[in-house]
């Protein structure tokens, strides 16, 4: 009847759903002399549970310091900000040549040809948003006619 109530921990052991008491008992049982010959090759590991409890780690285990690291960091992250500055400034560096050019002309006539040009172009742009104002205004005449406000 033992082995069958040793047999049913072990199954609830293994599973993970014993209590502390039925662990302490398979402990118990396995440190004795009178194993089963079936359940004997549990034994050496409930042996060892018992050896590893004993043991106590003496050893002083150093801890770095972080200090360090977080120091390094810093240095890091300095260093990766100034090149991204310094590549951005370099690659979107403005020639002061390139940007004086700003559309001046020397010659009378050519600006007023110029000029003329982009007048044309603002007055036909300008018509057509006058020529959407005619349409609104059609339709408020309809909705007056039709409410008679």
Do not use: C
Not at 61 to 73: D, E, F, G
């Amino acid at each position: 009847m033992e082995f069958n109530k040793i047999e049913i921990l072990l199954e609830k052991y293994f599973e993970g759903v014993t209590s502390i008491a039925e662990e302490n008992e398979l402990r118990n049982y396995f440190s004795s002399l009178d194993v089963a010959q079936h359940l004997e090759k549990y034994k050496p590991m409930f042996s060892y549970f018992l050896q590893a409890k004993g043991q106590m780690l003496n050893q002083e285990i150093p801890l770095q310091s972080r200090k360090r690291y977080v120091a390094w960091l810093s240095i890091a992250a300095s260093v990766v900000v100034l090149l991204g500055i310094w590549i951005y400034v370099f690659y979107n560096h403005d020639n002061g040549n390139e940007k004086q050019d700003l559309g001046t002309y020397n010659d009378p006539e050519v600006a007023l040809a110029a000029t003329q040009k982009a007048l044309a172009l603002l007055s036909n742009h300008v018509n057509v948003g006058i020529e959407s104002v005619y349409y609104i205004k059609e339709y408020q005449d309809s909705k007056e006619l039709i409410f008679k406000q």
